[in-house]
């Protein structure tokens, strides 16, 4: 703040000094800008201070300059410390330039606002574009993983255009997305180019209070690049990436399932049978019957991805720009190449001074995406194939020209299922587009004792409309004929009839705005902001669909034939709204001499989602700091020199939410009432409505019993933290220690409401539950001659404690509500089961083991912990035993090296406490008829005979990882639940910045090469470690990348 | 400029309603409101269709859409939904007191908005609810015995008194169940504004079939060991059961009622049976004729139907129950038991009366097999209702003949039955155990089975011809998909659905809730248990057993089946052979696992009963156990014909249980230990 103010001071104090020292001489001043390696500095600025004069240092770092000769010179560079220079008639001026260890000058931009980091009191994060783009991937979010504390990011999937990952500060939940001083969302990030982002922060405690009812969960404000005055800029970077999944099972050939299944059905203790014998073993050798290797007929090794961008930026002193455009195509990795993704992105920031203090600024930017997947989703299509086995054909003939059903599951062909051209598709597109202009009066400009006083006033109108279609195209599958050898076509059911669906979303949200922001420092010490606003958002919502049956397979709705034709709506909250919102923000900061800082910011807000006169809400905080190396005492002892920085700073505030909420104080009906499985009748489901006189009539879904006292819930959140840096950024650590108690979650006392009332019971501000945590970051940045590298080190961990949930009660007794109620003060994720006791590895073994076991144990099975000794186990012996998916811990270590022209990024990530359960497909052999039956069930215990009784103690035995086929472990114990942990390379850069060529000075290439997820260290079998056990694990995978690109600019 | 701003900013408006709600006064106060209320209600009412499996309860779940399954012998599964009926997971509480407010509400608001109709619309649409209310608590009272009589919408948050309440006594329970029919009936006009709600009739004859059920509990439980009757904990109300001193008066009034509701029906002379097409002595047209009745909406016989309408709202019979050749992707959900089709007219029988003939010795396990030239000469006399009903092997369906064989016999003629012991605890021999099949032993292979379709079939050599050995529907012996039972379900299928259009969700036949055939049953049963009481006919100048007569007469009549030999007495005899009558006429309706109930024969003390007509239960069943069997048809290849084995259904081996506390479904257990009233069923 400090440097703000006196920034504006000197401008001032020059400008006079120009108009009286008008009659000076101007004279040319040359030199060389250097940093402290000795290395010239390209590309500096040099610029006369307080006039629009200036240069840019050639290659060499030499400037030529014309200013008066009694001009103050300021040599800047990014990354580098600013430098001014008095001329005094001088016409050579050499400058060496150090670079900006010293980071704590540096602006963060904060809700509302920007403050110097040096000054932060809150727990506030920053990254800029640089550190950002250093993982390579094209969700800006994913880019986020592992490089600020606190936030957690994990990547459940990497189908192309779903953006399937979570993301969350502190484990606090979703966070509010605030882009360029606008709240929007999520997706709205994720679709970011990310090149245009010049900076992210994170407001990870009370610092968000000044977000009021949204700002519950933290904050996330992106900023999006300004032009620079000077030269225009053009940059092109560009990318090519092979994508490869990260781990995906595959199955067995047809000789490995047949005998695990023979496995399957000998495992009996009454005698089993082989099923497929030795003919059917030959009949697959001599090619009697074909198997499929529907692996690769369904996934690609590799799949392409591509990403482009260009920019340009620049502008005089009065007019600056950035306008860019990005591209980028993703496939996914079904062979079929159906499952793909394209997005097109344009950006364009504009700044005009138009009259002196007075600036005009305008951002507009706009996207179209488009998503396109085969009729059938991937989830289904891995859960399909992984389902078939692989002893039935995936084409009738040998030819491969008819596509077959016999034998399949659900006679479900699965090629067909991927291929667009044969079973239709779905595209998912959608067009965004912001427009945000604002104006900012600089009253010090026209009035000095209103110096440091701003006006903003900010508009911005987001549209977003999304088009959605699916098409169903009738297919034909195929059988051979045994008896006659003739092949019989079948129409596939689920494909009929051809039916076409469009779904179309349009969503709209304005937000006005005005602030006014004072900035001042008296007498050299006291440094006083103040920010007051007003800010009123509208937000609305409304979609329509409409679906036909079609005459013929023509994806357009001219094919419309007679049948089911229907036009409706989506009435839900999320899709059908009006919304306003209006607010009044305050922040107040002083600092005396920059070693005490204070403070205060409230909101004033008021939902439109409430009761009328419980609309309103009182949001405050307050932080302090204490910059302890600022202290006279502290600077004054030499042996405490190394030290640059040292500030302790705590801060409390409350905060609020409503995003749970939905009108709860409304007496009524919803009309329509809606249940699932519109789209086939409703045949599996409740249907909302009734055949009355001969047509369907739509009923109401009655509202739960109204509650007109509902209200945000009340976040109260406190930090505690330490910053320390010291020899100039060879060390610096910063510690957190946080606490969130949320009351007033919304809850419904089912438990209390009698059934016999009939009526569900109203939300109400009733659970609660805290969350606490650590954050640490340890950094370390050194030169040693050219060779320049940094290390950065973070690991959070976070608890989450649910204290009250009204919705659990009625337990019969103390044990029924331990066993069952995880949600009453008990930790978040608390999984009950059994514990291992190792394994039964033979006869003997199973002979004298003193616990009572089954009759079918065979050597391979497992052996549970007798975790209350009675001497048997049962569900008396489940226990708490490990944590659900969501990882307590995150941590992740960054190494970043520089050697002239080579660069090295390298981000290891991990997480720890955390568990997933293996289900269905990953936990048994799933299917029936040789299906189901991944590479991995063949690491198991089985006789070295495949036809001895596995019950007779003579078999002989070979070990492997599972037990005999057909006996697995029990779901709920820790032989099926894993640790999540993990620790993986996420990302590592190799880049080589070429030396620039005399005849293209402005010319800066740099290539490079970027590795995403090539590493991972962990105990999940199978399947990646951020991959939900969530759909069953049949979920599409994550990828591994490999991208070659280059960076341009002159 | 900020004033600019401002001046834009204040008018933002921040009372804004959610935009889809809609109050009482946009329901009540007009016809098209109204509609949308009864929607509502009708949308929720606890319907057994073709949106309900006894095994899931109340959810209106159609996956896997079957019929007659849930253990009363009409049908099998292959899935793990065929099973006994003695609960549902989703228990019928909740949800029942859900449509319980709705019904209670507009009884409790219509009042204010009696201006806005003629009176006999108004009362109509009073009258419905309590239509609803009625049949809810009278499902609920078949299902748990005493209830909740919750009568008035409860303002909650209130007095606590208020809010909960017990459990009334069961008795309670079923005269507020009468109390409400009554009044419904009296409100109902004959035509109802909706087509598709209930009318004064429908109420009529769904009290009937309540009352029913009340008067055969209150006096059946007595027959049950130890008499099935019990005291709340909590209350010490008598939740399930009639005291000693009661139940004779109960069961008396009941059938009373039950009686004179079936009659005001059968005298408004509105309703008849279905006879579009049946001509005398024709038995073709007379099994056209009960094909036909199903999907005719215009159908004299319907009294209250549940429609459907594709797309909008549909089913999946079709895509579930349809033989295994038309299967899309399922099928075969539906296989009628050799056991059911016993009870129909037609068949040679051994000595015992009901089994049916399949060897020329005294049983079914002597002698050597009879053999047909085609299997449907088997069946050459069958009932046309059976026909109507089942799909027999080589019939033809959807304009297909369907082939169903479980297998090939290349032995010589004559051939002896094929399975050593066809007793009950014989019951898991199957065919493909056998040395004739295996070849072990030393045997010589004579028996060929398909383990499963396709590629799996095995091929006999015939004359130098290939046979596949397992007909084309199967059975399959490891493949459960295909038919089970050597029979299909052929009732209520849509046989105008093109086979490309069978498909989860794509099925529209509508499902008759109420038919006349089934007032007719309820007046013959009520007339004769009310004449074993000896009691005179509530209605003037009736002949009970005259009526009943009449009643069961015109049903076989138009059946195809054989006449009574003479009048209907007072006798347990007479009663049988109308509940055998019912079993038959209304089987696969969803009524005939409530019948087995309320007559208390599902137990292994009572389960003699468990046909309608007396059978020995040792025959099927062992303790609380028992399962059913299939008719398979074998081709015999030295003879070119077929023969029939009568065994235990040998592809999903399905057993049921039934217990007496199963007679009540218990009461969810949160539902107990969350209120201070609600008690437990006393004897679970």
């Not at chain 2, 089987?587 to 009572?606: C, G, I, P, S, Y």
Request: aromatic share 14%.
């Amino acid at each position: 703040m400090k440097s703000v103010f006196s920034t504006i001071l000197t401008t001032l104090c020059l400008f006079l000094a120009g108009v009286l020292s008008y009659a000076q001489n101007t004279i040319s001043v040359t030199g060389t800008v250097k940093d402290g390696s000795g290395a010239p500095v390209i590309g500096a600025s040099v610029m006369q201070k307080g006039a629009t004069v200036g240069t840019a240092t050639d290659l060499d770092g030499k400037y030529n300059v014309s200013v008066p000769s009694n001009a103050i010179l300021e040599f800047s560079c990014i990354g580098m410390t600013t430098q001014e220079v008095n001329v005094n008639g001088r016409t050579v001026i050499n400058v060496v330039l150090t670079d900006d260890s010293n980071f704590l000058e540096s602006v963060v931009v904060v809700g509302y606002g920007t403050q110097k980091r040096g000054s932060l009191t809150g727990a506030v994060a920053g990254i800029n574009s640089g550190e950002l783009m250093k993982t390579k991937t094209e969700n800006p979010q994913n880019m986020l993983t592992g490089r600020v504390p606190g936030v957690r990011v994990w990547q459940t999937s990497a189908e192309p255009g779903t953006y399937s990952a979570n993301m969350d500060i502190r484990g606090l939940g979703s966070p509010l997305v605030v882009i360029d001083g606008v709240p929007r969302t999520v997706s709205d990030f994720q679709r970011l180019t990310p090149e245009d982002i010049e900076n992210v922060s994170v407001l990870k405690d009370a610092s968000a209070a000044i977000y009021g009812v949204r700002g519950a969960n933290g904050v996330i404000l992106v900023s999006t690049k300004q032009g620079q005055a000077g030269k225009s800029k053009v940059s092109y970077n560009g990318s090519y990436t092979i994508q490869t999944p990260s781990k995906m099972p595959e199955l067995m050939n047809a000789f490995d399932a047949m005998t695990i299944y023979n496995e399957k059905s000998m495992n009996s203790m009454t005698g089993g049978n082989i099923v497929y014998g030795e003919e059917a073993f030959e009949a697959f050798r001599n090619g009697t019957r074909r198997e499929t290797d529907w692996n690769s007929l369904i996934i690609a090794k590799t799949a392409p991805q591509t990403q482009h961008d260009i920019s340009i930026s620049g502008g005089s002193e009065k007019v600056q720009y950035y306008v860019s455009m990005g591209y980028i195509y993703q496939e996914g990795f079904f062979k079929s190449r159906d499952l793909n993704y394209n997005k097109y992105n344009f950006r364009a920031n504009l700044t005009a001074e138009i009259v002196k203090g007075l600036k005009f600024n305008m951002n507009i930017s706009g996207l179209q995406d488009k998503r396109h997947t085969p009729y059938t989703s991937s989830v289904d299509i891995i859960r399909n194939y992984w389902k078939q086995g692989v002893l039935y054909p995936a084409y009738a003939d040998p030819e491969n020209t008819m596509l077959n059903y016999e034998g399949l599951d659900l006679e479900q062909n699965t090629v067909a299922m991927m291929t667009s051209d044969i079973s239709g598709y779905r595209t998912y597109e959608q067009k965004n587009i912001t427009v945000s202009p604002s104006i900012e009066y600089d009253f010090g400009t026209a009035w000095k004792p209103l110096e440091g006083l701003k006006i903003k006033g900010m508009f911005s109108y987001d549209y977003r409309q999304d088009d959605n279609e699916a098409f169903r195209k009738e297919y034909y599958l195929y059988a051979q004929n045994k008896v006659t050898g003739d092949y019989e076509q079948k129409l596939f059911a689920d494909s009929s009839p051809n039916n076409l669906r469009k779904d179309n979303y349009s969503k709209w949200q304005t937000l006005s705005q005005v602030l006014l922001n004072y900035n001042r420092e008296f007498a050299g010490k006291h440094d006083v902001g103040a920010t007051l606003g007003w800010e009123v958002q509208k937000r609305r919502g409304s979609n329509y669909f409409a679906y036909g049956d079609l005459a013929f397979g023509s994806p357009y709705f001219t094919a419309l034939s007679s049948d089911n034709q229907v036009v409706g709506m989506d009435a839900s909250s999320g899709q059908f709204y009006e919304l306003g919102y209006e607010a009044l923000i305050g922040r107040l900061n002083y600092s005396f001499d920059d070693r005490y800082l204070v403070e205060a910011q409230f909101r004033y807000d008021g939902s439109s989602k409430f009761a009328r006169g419980h609309q309103w809400g009182f949001f405050p905080s307050v932080s302090a700091g204490w910059r302890i190396s600022q202290e006279p005492f502290f600077k004054n002892c030499a042996a405490l020199n190394f030290i640059n920085q040292l500030k302790v700073r705590a801060s409390y505030g409350e905060l609020g939410d409503d995003s749970g909420l939905n009108y709860e104080w409304v007496t009524g009906y919803i009309y329509p009432a809606t249940s699932g499985n519109a789209e086939n009748g409703y045949y599996n489901q409740y249907a909302p409505g009734y055949m009355l006189n001969g047509s369907f009539v739509f009923g109401v879904n009655n509202q739960p019993l109204p509650n007109t006292n509902i209200t945000w819930y009340t976040s109260k959140t406190f930090n505690v933290g330490v910053d320390f840096e010291a020899w100039n950024g060879m060390l610096g650590v910063s510690f957190d220690y946080f606490h969130r108690k949320r009351t007033g979650l919304f809850g419904q006392r089912s438990s209390d409401v009698p059934t016999i009332v009939g009526a569900s019971p109203s939300k109400e501000n009733v659970n609660s539950d805290s969350h606490m945590g650590l954050e640490l970051q340890l950094t370390h940045k050194n030169r040693i001659g050219e060779f320049t590298y940094g290390i950065t080190g973070i690991a959070t961990v976070t608890r989450q404690k649910y204290l009250t949930y009204v919705e659990n009660g009625g337990y019969g007794n103390s044990y029924d509500k331990w066993r069952h109620d995880n949600m009453n003060n008990r930790y978040q994720g608390v999984q009950f089961g059994y514990t291992a006791n190792g394994r039964f590895t033979s006869w003997e073994d199973i002979w004298s083991y003193g616990i009572y076991h089954e009759s079918s144990t065979l050597p391979g099975d497992y052996k549970y912990e007798d975790w209350n000794g009675d001497g048997e186990i049962n569900d008396l012996d489940e226990h708490p035993y490990a944590f659900d998916q969501t990882p307590w811990m995150n941590y992740s270590l960054a190494f970043d090296f520089g050697w002239k022209g080579i660069d090295l990024s390298i981000l290891f990530q991990g997480s720890a406490l955390g568990s997933m359960a293996y289900r269905e497909p990953l936990y048994s052999i799933w299917g029936s008829n040789g299906g189901g039956t991944l590479k991995q069930y063949l690491d198991r215990w089985h006789p070295s005979d495949p036809s001895a009784d596995p019950y007779s103690p003579q078999t002989d035995w070979v070990s492997g990882y599972y037990g005999y086929t057909g006996h697995y472990p029990s779901e709920n114990s820790s032989f099926n639940r894993v640790s999540t942990a993990y620790l993986r390379l996420k990302s590592v850069e190799l880049g080589y910045t070429f030396p620039t060529i005399n005849w293209a000075k402005d010319l800066n290439l740099r290539v490079f090469f970027n590795a995403y997820n090539p590493l991972t260290f962990t105990k999940v079998r199978f399947v990646d470690p951020e991959h939900p056990d969530s759909d069953l694990g049949r979920m599409y995978p994550l990828n591994k990348t490999y991208t070659f690109g280059l960076n341009l600019s002159f | 400029m900020a004033a600019v701003l401002m001046s834009v900013m204040s008018c933002t408006e921040m009372d804004l309603p959610p935009k889809n709600t809609v109050t009482d006064d946009d329901l009540l106060s007009n016809q098209a409101g109204m509609s949308i209320y009864m929607a509502t209600l009708y949308s929720k009412m606890p319907w057994e269709d073709f949106k309900y499996m006894a095994q899931w309860g109340i959810n209106w779940n159609g996956w896997l859409a079957s019929l007659g399954i849930e253990g009363t012998g009409e049908a099998l599964d292959r899935d793990g939904v065929c099973t006994s009926f003695t609960g549902e997971d989703t228990p019928y509480w909740s949800r029942a007191f859900e449509l319980l407010r709705n019904a209670n509400h507009l009884i409790a608001a219509l009042p204010a908005y009696s201006g806005n109709y003629p009176e006999v619309t108004y009362n109509e649409f009073l009258g419905q609810a309590y239509f609803v209310r009625a049949y809810v608590f009278y499902k609920m009272a078949c299902r748990f015995g005493g209830v909740p009589l919750v009568t008035t919408e409860i303002d909650y948050p209130g007095e606590e008194s208020k809010i909960d309440l017990p459990r009334a006594s069961e008795r309670e329970t079923w005269e507020q169940v009468l109390a409400d029919f009554d009044q419904a009936a009296e409100l109902l006009p004959v035509n109802p504004t909706f087509e598709g709600t209930a009318n004064k009739y429908a109420a009529l004859a769904f009290k009937a079939e309540a009352m029913l059920y009340a008067g055969s509990v209150a006096k059946y439980n007595e027959t049950v060991s130890g008499r099935l009757t019990g005291i709340g904990e909590k209350t010490g109300v008598r939740v399930i059961g009639f005291a000693e001193d009661e139940w004779q008066d109960c069961s008396k009034k009941w059938f009373s009622e039950a009686y004179k509701a079936a009659r005001e029906v059968m005298k408004s002379g509105k309703y008849s049976l279905y006879k579009k097409s049946w001509a005398k002595g024709d038995r073709e047209a007379q099994y056209k004729n009960m094909v036909a009745m199903w999907k005719d909406l215009t159908s004299p016989e319907n009294i209250l139907v549940k429609r459907y309408e594709y797309p909008t709202v549909t089913h999946g019979l079709d895509a579930y129950c349809s033989p295994f050749i038309f299967r899309a992707p399922l099928c075969s959900g539906s296989c009628p038991t050799l056991d059911f089709i016993e009870l129909f007219d037609g068949f040679d029988r051994y000595d015992d009366g009901y089994t049916i003939r399949v060897t020329d010795g005294n049983s079914n396990a002597t002698g050597n097999y009879l053999l047909y030239d085609s299997p449907m000469d088997f069946f050459a006399n069958a009932e046309p209702r059976l026909r109507a009903y089942v799909i027999f092997p080589g019939d033809v369906f959807k304009k297909r003949e369907i082939e169903i064989r479980a297998g090939v016999y290349t032995g010589s003629a004559p051939i002896k039955p094929l399975l050593s012991d066809y007793s009950y605890s014989g019951a898991n021999t199957k065919y493909q155990h056998l040395d004739i099949y295996t070849g072990s032993n030393g045997a010589a292979k004579k028996l060929y089975l398909s383990p499963n379709s396709g590629t799996n079939q095995e091929i006999v050599k015939i004359d130098g011809k290939s046979m596949n050995a397992a007909g084309e529907n199967g059975p399959f012996y490891s493949n459960g998909e295909g038919n089970l039972t050597g029979l299909y379900l052929r009732k209520y299928l849509d046989e105008d659905l093109a086979v490309e259009n069978i498909g989860e969700g794509k099925s529209d036949q509508p499902f008759i809730l109420m038919r006349y055939a089934d007032v007719l049953l309820a007046a013959a049963e009520s007339a004769v248990e009310l004449s074993l009481a000896g009691v005179s006919s509530p209605v003037e100048g009736d002949n009970m057993l005259e009526v009943a007569t009449t009643a069961i007469n015109d049903i076989r009549e138009r059946a195809g089946a054989t006449l009574l030999s003479g009048s209907l007495t007072a006798s347990n005899e007479s009663r049988d052979v109308v509940r055998k009558e019912r079993r038959k006429e209304l089987a696969f309706e969803h009524k005939t696992k409530w019948d087995l109930r309320r007559w208390r024969v599902l137990d292994e003390n009572n389960r003699d009963g468990f046909w309608g007509e007396k059978r020995d239960s040792k025959e099927f069943s062992s303790g609380t156990q028992f399962r059913f069997k299939g008719l398979y048809p074998f081709y015999s290849s030295e003879t070119g014909k077929y023969f029939f084995d009568e065994s235990y259904q040998w592809v999903s081996m399905k057993t049921f249980g039934y217990n007496v506390v199963d007679y009540y479904f218990s009461i969810p257990s949160g539902e107990v230990s969350k209120s201070k009233y609600i008690d437990q069923q006393p004897n679970r």
